[in-house]
């Protein structure tokens, strides 16, 4: 029997509203990093067929221009979808205590709440979309090309 590769895939597209403003900071070599969380809501009808409502709350940091880009733009309430990858990442409390803490590092994220000028006018030239270019210099050519087509 062939032996099975499995693929090395880790995806998510998540979409959410900010559950309070990011928290921005630059690591010790002054690297921009935001974190902030999203909660997304999913709808569904249970046994008795009535509409009810389950809240995912979700994790979510960013990287160099990109956090620069939230730190900027999003605040609490703020709409948003993350296109990114789960990663986990352990820590110790103030009591010693570790911890394990499962968020999505983001490549892109577009904000979704219309923005406005100055004196109200919409301000339509800027870009609702903003990635981390970092993040593709650690992929392979091949998985380069697959994230391109």
């Known amino acids: 029997m062939a032996e099975f590769k499995m693929p090395e895939l880790n995806s998510v597209i998540i979409a ?33 067929e009535e509409w009810k409502e389950d809240v995912c709350y979700v994790g979510i940091v960013a990287w160099n221009k990109l956090a620069e880009s939230c730190r900027d733009k999003l605040k609490k309430g703020n709409a948003v979808l993350v296109d990114g990858e789960l990663q ?37 030239d800027e870009p609702s979309v903003f990635s981390d270019d970092s993040f593709d210099s650690l992929l392979s050519p091949e998985d380069s090309d697959l994230i391109k087509s």
Request: zero cysteines.
């Open 16 to 48: 959410g509203n900010l559950t309070k403003d990011p928290v921005f900071r630059q690591t010790t070599t002054g690297t921009p990093v935001v974190n902030f969380h999203i909660a997304s809501n999913r709808r569904f009808r249970d046994k008795n």
């Open 88 to 124: 986990s990442r352990t820590f110790k409390t103030e009591d010693q205590q570790s911890r394990t803490v499962v968020e999505i590092k983001a490549r892109r994220i577009q904000f979704l709440n219309k923005r406005s000028g100055e004196k109200g006018e919409s301000a339509g």
